[in-house]
């Protein structure tokens, strides 16, 4: 089973720190991995935190209109590494769960329907 993985960016939420506003403080993101042989796929969810009281502007902080996605990504890169071998296990999991599991929808009512 080769899965090829794609981190794509949900969510991005600012603060005013310093007397600075719009400085990012969270990034939400999803990993979908995607299966080769047959295109099943399976998704992770993420977050990226950045603590407040660890956060410095200085000369290279990077405005939030300036940001770009690619660096918005490598933010989520160097805390994804932490997390990798569990995301990826789970995307995994989730993908032989989504080959044993009927396509078809039986029903859609509730039990007191």
Not at 14 to 38: A, F, L, P
Not at 77 to 100: M, T
Request: aromatic share 8%; with cysteine.
């Amino acid at each position: 089973m080769a899965i090829s993985y794609i981190k794509t960016i949900s969510k991005i939420e600012r603060n005013r720190i310093q007397n600075t506003n719009d400085v990012v403080t969270n990034i939400e993101y999803k990993v979908t991995g995607t299966d080769d042989s047959d295109n099943v796929s399976g998704t992770w969810a993420g977050m990226c935190t950045f603590i407040q009281d660890q956060i410095t502007i200085n000369d290279n902080f990077i405005d939030y209109n300036d940001l770009s996605e690619s660096q918005v990504l490598e933010w989520i890169n160097n805390h994804y590494v932490d997390n990798q071998e569990h995301a990826e296990s789970l995307i995994q999991k989730r993908i032989l769960l989504k080959r044993e599991l009927s396509n078809e929808v039986l029903d859609n009512s509730f039990p007191w329907s």
